[in-house]
């Protein structure tokens, strides 16, 4: 018996070892211009995260003695707005709202999604018409429109900014992870698991939505640019975050009026904006090289 | 080594007129629909301890047969039974109890391991499963099966794109047996396998029955490779057996034109014969749409009128444990005694 | 029934005529994240017309690759590093520009793939597809074309060829498919066919016709084929001389009769007994153990040194070299037929 093994061992063990794997972050790294997308992505982070540690003036303090001094001005480096409130000050603790509100707008949009798209196309029939249906209903209208009726119904605010824009993206998850059900649950692991005994909860998440995962974090990683888009959009039209808070959307919007007096009280904000959405961008792309696995390996 | 002369002849499975349909819609406008006849009453028994090879050309329902015996698809009608068990028949219980004692074993190495699991999860599922030991004995007993599978233990944290086509099949083989299973089917194990790498699983195979008194439905396409595996040899055509025979007497005397035409295509690593090859001609029937008669008669050399009209010919006893199904054996084989 | 004469003896009778093509120490490299790895590693082969010249070895083993090479067909990031390949009277193909080659390629160089259905492009009807490999090197116009494609049809076995000629690939069954891929490769009857695994993807009774068919085109236009393939029994059923090859070298090369009576290589006679047959029932097989090597981590010395049975202290030291043993056209790679083994 040991004999056999023993035999078996030798057979199959004479082979050349097998070269190290190569962790995501290696391969990624190889993407210059998703290394510099991950920088950008940083750089707001930190931003958000050490606004209340950082010796940063009341981001609400009115002072219109100093109403829209330029860059550079002493004790307001980069300025400030029409009442004077410090921009740089605004830009750190915006970033904070901005931020939370779109990672927490496309976390409830990807987690409603992927469950919709999983039980979709897995269990096909009824439950995939009705599903499907809904889905298409909602991708029926126009983007903009819905998340504005959604507000025109629930009242604007923060909360409900919010709950539009996830909603408006609830399609998006559910059509990518319902394509990647559809296809993973024929493969012959899903058969094989069925062989086993495996009951449908486990089939769904350990094999069908593992395999999705990598589908899962890209789409998540560029969803994030169109959320702080979208939250912007929403602030800028006053319809998302009430004053005095704001966001980057909001001093936009508030810059708007001074924009040939004071042009940067509207720049910063919109650059604030365009490099966060373009950081989140190019590392979904780079994040989609490094993780399909064509690209592993040799 | 592999002594086959004290084996029981019980039937550890025995199927009844299986049938398993699937409906096709003819085109997007028509919406006519049809059924397409995969496995189309299939009866033999599989005696505990042998190896069963059943071999058959792409489409010929071979593997919708194996995934049916295996619970992996429904049947649309028969009877399959397991020792004493009606399969087709179970509550949610005993099915989970039945697939402890019926494993597959797939084609494609790579695609039947989920790629995301180590080899250690992916040969533990089962036992997790099935609720099987504590976690220091579930950890043993895999250690165990990758020892019997031919693997080191060491490579348990490694994916399966990190092992090569052989030792992948290796870790479905390994995942197989982790429940301790009486019956194997094997769909194509080892056709997506080097030649050289063919032989170790082939030989694996065999130590593992001969070890495990396992039984086996070896599935396969290759005649040379059920050769040397198989104590029986089932030939299927459109969905059904056409002939059925102990492996020495299939050989040398297969009956069924199509078991002739197979065996003679089979290209023999020998220069020096040189064969007659039948070859066959005509197209293959529509499943759907199958003619009258016998579903060979498009491709047969032998077809006489009586092929060409209901009933088809049944799967009829030529001598003992040699069935075949053919009307025409007499006129085929002159010399034969037929009973 | 169709009965083969002994095709073996064919390429024997009388004195060999020129080479048709000479291909001479081949090598191709591709880059990969990994590092460097050489595909083909120095072959040598060399067909006469109206021979089939078989190559055979598993995966990795770089048949596929010495194909593509001899077609032109190597893509970044693979590149043919050294070597030649003279076709009689065109030259060296290696030194040729893309649009020479592609005058070439099709017109007196042909490839058959083993999946046609990725080969044939599913948007054109059949017909017109092998048309246009005549309207590209024959001149002929359209209607003249579409004649000899149906008649190229009717000439590989497809039944009511002038309605297939109008169906798409997806309408025509595996071994159709097939067909029509060959109609395709002889519509200008080259005098070279490349056969990469031509019959992999079929049954074997569908296997059996492909075969017969390219038997009696070979036969009827004087071609030689390059068969690519891992099927030690299509090689002895289709070829004269076999080039047995492993990890991107050929280990042996001799005439098919003297390859399969005396393997001398220790991986062809694994190759050869790995074969599951009648006489090897009940018995294990004798399996060649290891897998097949990842060509960026070779072995030192012989490639084929760790999963050898007969490895001894000179495969460690030097990778042999194809020595032709004398009196034969019998070429072995290994220290044990070589006189000069090193010390």
């Known amino acids: 018996m040991s004999d056999i093994s023993a035999k078996q061992s030798e057979l199959a063990e004479a082979a050349p070892d097998i070269p190290a794997r190569q962790s995501l972050f290696a391969r990624l790294r190889k993407n210059r211009l998703s290394l510099f997308g991950g920088f950008l992505v940083l750089i707001s982070v930190f931003m958000a995260l050490s606004a209340p540690y950082l010796p940063l003036q009341d981001p609400n303090a009115v002072d219109t003695s100093v109403r829209l001094s330029a860059i550079g001005t002493p004790g307001h480096l980069l300025g400030t707005d029409e009442l004077g409130r410090d921009i740089m000050s605004r830009l750190f603790w915006g970033a904070r709202i901005t931020l939370t509100v779109s990672l927490a707008a496309t976390l409830i949009a990807m987690i409603t999604g992927t469950i919709l798209g999983l039980v979709s196309g897995y269990f096909l029939g009824w439950t995939d018409t009705v599903i499907s249906r809904g889905v298409d209903v909602l991708m029926a209208f126009p983007y903009f429109l819905l998340a504005l009726t959604v507000i025109a119904i629930l009242g604007p605010g923060l909360l409900n900014g919010m709950l539009a824009i996830a909603l408006v993206n609830v399609p998006f998850f559910a059509r990518i992870i319902r394509g990647s059900t559809l296809s993973l649950r024929e493969s012959d692991f899903v058969l094989a698991a069925k062989g086993m005994g495996a009951g449908h909860t486990r089939i769904l998440f350990r094999h069908i939505l593992l395999n999705s995962l990598s589908t899962l974090v890209v789409a998540t990683t560029i969803n994030l640019g169109f959320m702080i888009t979208a939250a912007a959009a929403l602030s800028f039209l006053g319809l998302g975050v009430q004053p005095p808070t704001s966001d980057w959307g909001t001093m936009l919007a508030s810059g708007r009026q001074y924009l040939s007096a004071a042009p940067h009280t509207s720049y910063l904000p919109g650059l604030a904006i365009f490099l966060t959405v373009l950081g989140f961008n190019l590392l979904g792309d780079g994040l989609r090289d490094a993780l399909d696995p064509r690209m592993r390996d040799s | ?339 | 029934m169709i009965t083969h004469p002994d095709q073996h003896q064919a390429a024997s009778q009388s004195t060999p005529p020129p080479p048709l093509l000479e291909v001479k120490n081949l090598t191709t490299e591709f880059s990969t994240y990994a590092g460097t790895l050489r595909a083909v590693d120095g072959v040598s082969l060399s067909l006469s017309p109206g021979e089939v010249f078989g190559v055979v070895g598993e995966s990795g083993s770089g048949k596929s690759v010495t194909a593509l090479s001899i077609m032109g067909l190597i893509r970044r990031p693979g590149r043919i590093v050294s070597g030649s390949v003279q076709l009689r009277d065109h030259g060296d193909l290696l030194t040729k520009s893309h649009a020479d080659m592609r005058k070439i390629r099709g017109d007196l160089i042909s490839m058959i793939f083993q999946e046609p259905m990725t080969s044939l492009n599913p948007v054109f009807r059949v017909g017109w597809q092998i048309a246009e490999a005549l309207r590209l090197h024959r001149n002929m116009t359209k209607p003249e074309a579409a004649e000899q494609a149906v008649e190229l049809l009717d000439r590989v076995g497809i039944g009511s060829p002038r309605q297939r000629a109008r169906e798409f690939p997806h309408q025509l069954s595996g071994g159709m498919r097939q067909r029509v891929m060959i109609a395709m490769a002889m519509a200008c009857a080259p005098s070279l066919l490349l056969a990469d695994e031509p019959t992999t993807a079929l049954d074997v009774t569908v296997q059996a016709q492909i075969l017969d068919l390219m038997i009696q085109l070979k036969d009827r236009d004087g071609a030689a084929i390059l068969l690519i393939t891992h099927d030690m029994g299509v090689i002895a059923e289709m070829a004269q001389k076999v080039a047995v090859m492993y990890a991107g070298v050929v280990m042996e090369e001799a005439a098919v009769g003297d390859l399969f009576d005396n393997p001398m290589h220790p991986y062809t006679q694994g190759l050869l007994d790995s074969i599951p047959h009648g006489t090897s029932r009940g018995k294990a097989l004798k399996a060649i153990p290891g897998i097949v090597p990842n060509l960026l981590h070779l072995p030192t010395g012989c490639r084929y040194r760790d999963r050898c049975p007969a490895a001894h202290a000179p495969c460690a030291r030097a990778e042999p070299p194809l020595h032709q043993m004398s009196g034969t056209t019998h070429r072995v790679r290994c220290w044990l037929h070589h006189p000069e083994p090193p010390k």
Not at chain 2, 29 to 48: H, N, P
Not at chain 2, 161 to 182: D, N
Not at chain 2, 248 to 261: G, L
Request: some cysteine.
């Open chain 2, 1 to 339: 080594m592999i002594d086959r002369t004290d084996k029981p002849t019980a039937p550890i499975l025995q199927v009844r007129d299986l049938k398993r349909f699937f409906s096709v819609s003819d085109g997007l406008l028509s919406g006519t629909s049809g059924e397409l006849r995969a496995v189309d009453g299939v009866t033999f028994d599989i005696k505990a301890g042998e190896t069963l090879g059943l071999v058959g050309e792409s489409g010929c329902g071979k593997s919708t047969l194996g995934r049916v015996i295996a619970r992996l698809m429904p049947a649309t009608s028969g009877e399959v039974m397991f020792e004493d068990r009606d399969i087709l028949n179970l509550d949610h219980r005993t099915l989970l109890a039945l697939r402890a004692d019926i494993q597959s074993v797939f084609q494609d190495p790579f695609a039947s391991l989920n790629p995301r699991m180590t080899a250690f999860a992916l040969i533990q599922e089962p036992l997790i499963i099935h609720k099987v030991g504590t976690r220091e004995t579930r950890r043993a007993k895999v250690h165990d099966l990758l020892r019997t599978v031919g693997l080191r233990p060491e490579f348990a944290d490694r994916y399966p794109h990190e092992f090569s086509g052989g030792q992948r099949q290796r870790i479905g083989i390994a995942r197989a047996l982790a429940l301790e299973p009486k019956l194997l089917i094997l769909d194509e194990p080892v056709s997506a396998l080097d030649v050289s790498i063919q032989a170790q699983i082939i030989n694996l195979l065999a130590e593992l029955q001969d070890r495990l008194n396992l039984t086996y439905l070896f599935i396969s396409h290759d005649l040379g490779v059920i050769q040397h595996v198989a104590d029986r040899v089932a030939v299927m055509y459109m969905g059904q057996i056409v002939e059925l025979a102990d492996n020495e007497e299939f050989y040398a005397n297969p009956r069924h034109p199509y078991s002739m035409a197979l065996l003679s295509a089979l290209p023999l690593p020998d220069p020096h014969i040189a064969r007659d090859r039948i070859l066959l001609h005509g197209d293959l029937p529509d499943l759907a749409n199958l003619p009258d008669g016998c579903r060979f008669q498009s491709r047969c050399a032998h077809v006489s009128a009586r092929c060409r009209k209901s009933p088809e010919p049944p799967l009829a006893a030529v001598s003992p444990g040699h069935l075949v199904r053919c009307w025409n054996l007499a006129d085929i084989h002159p010399g034969a005694d037929t009973d």
